[in-house]
């Protein structure tokens, strides 16, 4: 089983910053890839970033420019620096890792508000 524990969420004004991670742990058989999605209140859920273990990346087109992400391998952690937020970024924000065998696990989610 595997387990993914998020941080890093919390209240910012606009225009701040703010940095998640994600560390996973447990039987992992091999990351192929970790991400990022988000959800906000009465929207579905959607893709905001996701890297490989080679360092790939992909960002949704909401957020290029203002997120970064990026994985430590050792640490089996997966980081999403975001700036510049905007209270259209406030969300419930999601971990997910897939492994080398197609299988999916996702974190108990990190609330990111942005407002004035």
């Known amino acids: 089983q595997v387990q993914l524990v998020e941080s890093g969420g919390g209240l910012v004004q606009p225009g701040g910053s703010l940095r998640l991670s994600c560390a996973a742990s447990?039987?992992?058989?091999?990351?192929?890839?970790m991400g990022w999605y988000r959800q906000a209140p009465g929207k579905q859920r959607e893709s905001v970033a996701e890297i490989t273990s080679r360092g790939s990346t992909n960002y949704a087109d909401s957020v290029k420019g203002r997120f970064t992400i990026s994985i430590d391998n050792a640490k089996k952690t997966v980081y999403l620096q975001m700036n510049t937020l905007k209270p259209e970024d406030t969300a419930v924000y999601y971990c997910?890792?897939?492994?080398?065998?197609?299988?999916?696990?996702w974190g108990q989610g990190t609330q990111v508000t942005v407002s004035s």
């Open positions: 447990g039987r992992i058989f091999s990351i192929n890839t």
């Open positions: 997910i890792l897939v492994d080398d065998m197609g299988l999916s696990d």
